[in-house]
Structures are given as structure tokens and as C-alpha cells.
């Protein structure tokens, strides 16, 4: 079983999912490492990605999927999945792949992407990535969370989604 934390850019796949991976003690990946130089520097400019960009891409992914799901080991990744062909791409790596879709309004992701700084990721491309996002439909199999919420909170419901999945009962949360 594979979780991929999907959702546009600024919608918080990476810091929720870390953390996850980080409670459940699975392997993580971060999709944007993933990416050719070739992909980092166009988007870096401002110009969106293609279908064609993002095949080897969408492939390397599901290989690492691939090669977890081969030692029996569950994993969590974050990575776009925009539309529905690049999440069956990454299917293709293992049997079950879990969505869990990171999802809120644009307005509050472009302010998110304002302030976040050292990434090569523009806000100007927000736009192009909502337009090209096909969310969960009913036959996926796949949850959706609201982001406009603190991301402990987020992370707890994630969580509590991965580890249900899993059968696991989740530690408690440390706090400090
Ligand atoms: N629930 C939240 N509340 C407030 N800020 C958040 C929340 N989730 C994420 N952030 C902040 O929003 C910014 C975007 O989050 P993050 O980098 O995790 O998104 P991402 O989906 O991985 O983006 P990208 O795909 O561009 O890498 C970061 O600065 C992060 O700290
Ligand atoms: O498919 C895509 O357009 C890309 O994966 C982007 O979503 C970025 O990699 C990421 O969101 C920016 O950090």
C-alpha cells in the first residue's frame, strides 16, 4: 500500500506528508527531486510543464514505487498527480496506491506561495497548475482534505487516514 499526497503547488503535499511519513516511520519521497533539470528550470521561468515533461518523470516515480513495493514496504510520497492519467502512471508501480488529495481554494494557496521563499516554484504558475488539476473522481481510491486549517490538524487527519489503511493504530502525538 503507497500514499501519494497529491494537490497544485503551495497546497502543502510536501509539509503534511513529511510528517506523515515521519509519524508512521515510512520511506518518504519528494517528486520535485525527481524532476530533470530541464523541468525545474522551465518551471522556474514561469512556463508551465507538459504531458510530454512529465512522462520520464511520472516513470522514475513509479519505478520507486515499483522497487518498495517489490521489499513489501509501504511508502508516502508527495508529488502533484494532477490528472487522473499521470495517478494511473503511477499505479503502475504497485498495486495499491492511496490518494490523498491536499485541496483548497486558490486565493489562500497563492498567499501561501507568496510567502514562501527559497523555491524554485513561481506563484504565476498557480493558475496553470489549477487548470490543469483533475480532481479524485468517485472511482479513485483516494481521500480529500481541506487545507484552510493548521497543518497539525491536517497531518492528524492524514494520519489517521494512512494508518487505518495500513490497519495501524498511529502513536500519539509528542507535544512539547
Ligand atoms: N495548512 C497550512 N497552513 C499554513 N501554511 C501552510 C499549510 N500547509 C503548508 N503551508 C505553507 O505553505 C507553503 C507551501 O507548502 P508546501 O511547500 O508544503 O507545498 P507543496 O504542495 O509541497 O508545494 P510544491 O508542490 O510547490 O513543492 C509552505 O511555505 C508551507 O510552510
Ligand atoms: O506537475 C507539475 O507541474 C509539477 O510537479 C509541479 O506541480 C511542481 O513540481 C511542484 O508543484 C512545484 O514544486
Known amino acids: ?21 515521519e509519524r508512521l516511520s515510512l520511506p518518504f519521497a519528494e517528486a520535485d527531486e525527481f524532476h530533470p533539470r530541464h523541468n525545474t528550470t522551465k518551471m522556474a521561468r514561469g512556463e508551465p510543464l507538459t504531458d510530454e515533461d512529465r ?6 516515480l513509479a519505478q520507486w514505487i515499483a522497487d518498495h513495493e517489490s521489499g513489501g514496504q509501504p511508502t508516502v510520497m ?10 494511473q502512471r503511477l499505479r503502475e508501480g504497485a498495486s495499491s496506491v492511496h490518494f490523498v488529495h491536499l485541496d483548497g481554494p486558490r486565493d489562500l494557496i497563492a498567499d501561501r506561495l507568496r510567502q514562501r521563499s527559497g523555491h524554485f516554484m513561481p506563484v504565476e504558475l498557480l493558475d496553470s497548475q489549477m487548470a490543469t488539476l483533475e480532481p479524485l473522481r468517485p472511482d479513485e481510491n483516494g ?6 486549517r493548521p497543518v497539525p490538524q ?13 490497519g495501524r493504530v ?3 502525538r509528542h507535544r512539547r
Open 1 to 21: 500500500m503507497h500514499f501519494v499526497f497529491m494537490g497544485v503547488s503551495g497546497s502543502g503535499k510536501s509539509t503534511v506528508a513529511e510528517l506523515v511519513a
Open 55 to 60: 512522462g520520464p518523470w511520472l516513470a522514475a
Open 78 to 87: 508527495a508529488c502533484s498527480a494532477l490528472r487522473r492519467a499521470y495517478r
Open 143 to 148: 481521500t480529500t482534505l481541506d487545507i484552510s
Open 154 to 166: 491536517i497531518t492528524e487527519d492524514a494520519v489517521r487516514t494512512v494508518a487505518a489503511a495500513l
Open 170 to 172: 498511529p502513536r500519539a
